[in-house]
């Protein structure tokens, strides 16, 4: 059974800079597809980045420019850099994986990121 796992999240400063990683337990290359999601309080749930293997990254609007996603299947994990953080970056962050041999996307329990002076 694969499972996702999100870390790395935190209070920051604005301006700051912070990386979460989702570790996959479970054989990570059965995905065929992984991305980040955030979701802030009374908003709904928005994409991040989303990339299938051996693709670029694609990034939603609020983090072009800011915030690099990658993946290292020796490492079974993705990562999302996020750089010059703003307090509007404030929400949940999760992990996402979709693939083939799954019957739907796997969600990981999501890590805090709270932007704030």
């Known amino acids: 059974q694969v499972q996702l796992v999100e870390s790395g999240g935190g209070l920051v400063q604005p301006g700051g800079s912070l990386r979460l990683s989702c570790k996959v337990s479970?054989?990570?290359?059965?995905?065929?597809?992984m991305g980040w999601y955030r979701q802030a309080p009374g908003k709904q749930r928005e994409l991040v980045a989303t990339?299938?293997?051996?693709?670029?990254?694609i990034y939603g609007a609020p983090a072009q420019g800011r915030f690099s996603a990658s993946r290292d299947d020796g490492e079974s994990t993705i990562w999302l850099r996020m750089n010059s953080l703003k307090p509007e970056d404030t929400a949940t962050y999760y992990c996402?994986?979709?693939?083939?041999?799954?019957?739907?996307?796997?969600w990981g329990q999501g890590t805090q990121v709270t932007v704030s002076s």
């Open positions: 996402k994986a979709e693939s083939r041999q799954l019957s739907g996307p796997l």
């Open positions: 479970g054989d990570i290359t059965i995905l065929d597809t």
């Open positions: 990339g299938h293997r051996h693709h670029p990254f």
